[in-house]
């Protein structure tokens, strides 16, 4: 069963929903509605204000409760907090706590954090946000679970070793100085909960050997298992030696659990090898999630990734959900490639997410033949893409080359390579669209190069759409080749696009042209009010999504 603290966020994932405004604030001012007395401070009102010093005063005194009580319903911590005596602070909500700067417990006391897991809510690590331990015998309980508390990368592989399904919590940020471990620094299955408690662990090298999971964890291997509130910067993932198969991601090479406000910073994941191949599935966070899995409220910025069959800025092969998550990576492929700029291959659902950065097919000094899929956002996939963009630039480069005799094609889209029973509902594309004079056979389009008994309703392209020189073009403003699809209210820029037409071969029911001038000067026809909004200042002038705003 999924712990109570991980099944709560994974509730509020799923409904979009995020913490309201009442809370009881600890900050630099005067207290107010706040009533202290006995070891526990209340808040009086929807909207209180405990005041730091007056914090420490009474936790001097003795352990404190700091309860939020059915008035103000959360706690937000927006100031720094530390102390160093052995009293115990209790943070009890009525539903989540807020933590936006650093809180360091100095001494040997310890914390206990109370959300109201079963209504929907969580520990938050938000800005700057953090727990600090500087003594690892001091005591953490959130939601009921008490945590073991490690500092370094080492220590929580023991600990994970003896007991693959427990609690760990990163005591503060910890530099490996760029140890090298060998297919990951975490090679037990983990099946337990582990917080990074809004720290960083920096500069871990990972060399996967041949048919392994590789990552700083080898695989999250249950659907009850977490990993959260942690960041991974510049972490190195190569090949060791010359392997031929595997799954890499920086996090996890395989994810079946629950990865929530985890961000990799930087580095790299590159797949390649001698022999110009390593991984199945490579991602810039996880090489695969299962379809138990969840990726939520998660970030890839700055990484480069570097696979040769199915390659993702995020996710490399996605069966499951992809929430509120982002990825700003370069991402490349070689022919005979599955890329995009989130997701590599799609048989899952992406929600209110996004990816920029560049998403490209690299030259491959063997040569090959068969097909290449690359997409901004997805390469290739059935699922549900939903209220989700991309702005990255994609190149097909020479894509998928003939060789022997045979036939090749490269699909290429801003969104999406190539869709066969994808659903994108209320999404769009604004980044170029290119490919050159290699490709063999080339599919491309703003939105999608390939749209195969797909259904997209309430989208539109707005990128320029360039195949130069090909020898064999489908190219459209909107999409390259299509059958059997169904759209409903969607639209192509048929100024920035440079193409006069929606689909380069097939049908393309109800895709509309319109002008940079039109499509920037207030909602398209059939956009809905609650779910599009338009400002001059906002993407260029461009429709935006209210839930899922430009980064």
Not at 8 to 33: I, K
Not at 98 to 105: D, E, I, M
Not at 173 to 183: G, K, L, W
Not at 226 to 255: F, I, K, Y
């Amino acid at each position: 069963m999924r712990p109570i603290w991980t099944a709560a966020l994974a509730a509020m994932a799923a409904l979009g929903g995020t913490p309201a405004e009442a809370a009881l604030v600890v900050s630099d001012d005067a207290t107010s509605n706040v009533q202290c007395g006995a070891g526990i401070c209340t808040a009086t009102a929807a909207d209180a204000v405990l005041n730091v010093h007056d914090l420490k005063v009474a936790l001097a005194a003795g352990d404190l409760t700091v309860s939020a009580g059915s008035d103000a319903a959360d706690i937000s911590i927006d100031t720094q907090l530390a102390w160093a005596n052995a009293h115990r602070l209790t943070l009890s909500a009525f539903r989540s706590v807020l933590v936006s700067r650093a809180v360091t417990v100095q001494g040997t006391a310890g914390v206990t954090v109370t959300p109201n897991a079963g209504g929907g809510g969580d520990l938050v690590f938000k800005d700057t946000g953090s727990l600090s331990f500087w003594d690892l015998s001091s005591s953490l309980v959130v939601a009921g679970a008490a945590y073991t508390l490690v500092n370094d990368v080492d220590g929580l592989a023991k600990a994970v070793a003896t007991d693959p399904a427990g609690h760990y919590a990163l005591a503060q940020s910890f530099d490996a100085e760029n140890a090298v471990y060998r297919i990951a620094a975490i090679r037990t299955t983990f099946d337990g909960t582990f917080t990074g408690l809004g720290h960083a662990i920096a500069n871990v090298h990972i060399r996967v050997r041949n048919d392994a999971a590789g990552g700083f964890f080898g695989a999250i291997g249950d659907p009850g298992a977490a990993v959260r509130d942690l960041t991974l910067r510049n972490l190195v993932l190569v090949p060791e030696n010359d392997p031929v198969n595997g799954v890499a991601g920086a996090l996890a090479g395989v994810n079946e659990g629950l990865v929530s406000n985890v961000t990799i910073d930087g580095g790299s994941v590159d797949a390649r090898s001698a022999r110009h191949r390593f991984a199945d599935r490579v991602g810039g966070m996880l090489g695969a999630n299962a379809s138990s899995g969840i990726v939520s409220r998660s970030r890839v910025v700055g990484t480069l990734v570097f696979g040769t069959r199915i390659t993702g800025g995020m996710v490399g092969q996605n069966f499951g959900r992809i929430l509120r998550s982002h990825a700003e990576a370069t991402v490349q492929g070689t022919s005979r490639s599955v890329v995009g700029g989130l997701v590599g291959s799609l048989h899952g659902d992406i929600v209110r997410s996004s990816s920029a950065g560049s998403v490209s097919m690299a030259a491959d000094r063997k040569g090959s033949d068969g097909s290449a899929q690359v997409g901004g956002l997805v390469g290739e996939g059935t699922g549900t893409v939903d209220r989700s963009f991309s702005t990255a630039s994609v190149d097909g480069g020479s894509g998928a080359t003939a060789h022997n005799g045979r036939f090749a094609v490269t699909a290429v889209g801003g969104l999406v390579g190539a869709g066969n029973g994808l659903d994108i509902l209320n999404s769009y594309a604004r980044g170029p669209v290119s490919a050159n004079d290699g490709a063999d056979h080339a599919e491309m389009g703003g939105l999608s190069g390939v749209a195969s008994s797909n259904r997209i309703q309430h989208s539109y392209a707005a990128g320029a759409v360039t195949c130069r020189d090909c020898t064999n073009q489908i190219v459209g403003g909107f999409a390259g080749y299509t059958g059997n699809l169904h759209v409903n209210r969607s639209y192509w820029d048929t100024e920035a696009s440079g193409q006069a037409i929606a689909c380069g071969q097939g049908d393309c029911p109800e895709v509309a042209g319109r002008t940079t001038a039109k499509l920037t000067d207030g909602l398209p026809r059939g956009f809905d009010s609650a779910i599009w909004a338009q400002s001059p200042g906002i993407n260029d002038g461009y429709p935006y999504l209210i839930d899922n705003p430009p980064q």
